[in-house]
């Protein structure tokens, strides 16, 4: 159901600095918007470089744009096998990044320079567990389902706030 989802970065850099190389996104197409087109939607009137980021089923449509937004709570949530080591990418790579300690795993929340924040999580899942949640591995292979190789993570959005616990400790 989910097509895409749009976010605003201000540094055409952290496309390819945030985006491929941590978030592991690639670039599947660049455009450019009108500013007609940004005018009637936006309500901004200038042209916006666009550029069309996918993994796997998860799109990212990047608006490329001098102005800031303020961000609350919003954010997207993505599960990677070993989520530590993309917090640890971004780190290295001088992105603001910290851990917020759960009792069943960590979660991991990573800034890009434009202030967009992910929750990253390890997959809870077994690689079984992901081939029974469908009826047969049958069925799959015959529907060409069948993923011959564990993806580095299996995407899934947050879509609501998020919201701490009323014992959450500040961090």
């Not at 795993?105 to 999580?121: A, H, P, R, V």
């Amino acid at each position: 159901m989910l097509k895409h989802i749009a976010l605003t970065v201000n540094d055409p850099e952290d496309i390819k600095n945030f985006y491929e190389e941590i978030l592991l996104f690639n670039l599947q197409k660049k455009s450019t918007v009108n500013g007609d087109i940004t005018a009637k939607i936006f309500n901004i009137n200038s042209t916006a470089d666009v550029y069309m980021m996918g993994h796997q089923d998860v799109e990212f449509e990047i608006f490329i744009s001098p102005r800031k937004e303020k961000k609350v709570f919003t954010h997207v949530c993505l599960a990677y096998w070993k989520a530590e080591m993309t917090y640890k990418k971004a780190l290295e790579m001088g992105y603001k990044a910290i851990i917020k300690e759960n009792l069943d795993s960590d979660s991991y929340f990573l800034w890009d320079n434009s202030g967009n924040i992910f929750e990253i999580k390890e997959i809870q899942e077994t690689w079984q567990d992901l081939a029974d949640i469908t009826k047969g591995e049958e069925d799959l292979k015959n529907k060409g389902q069948i993923m011959r190789k564990k993806p580095a993570f299996v995407p899934y959005v947050v879509i609501q706030p998020f919201i701490f616990p009323e014992n959450h400790v500040a961090l």
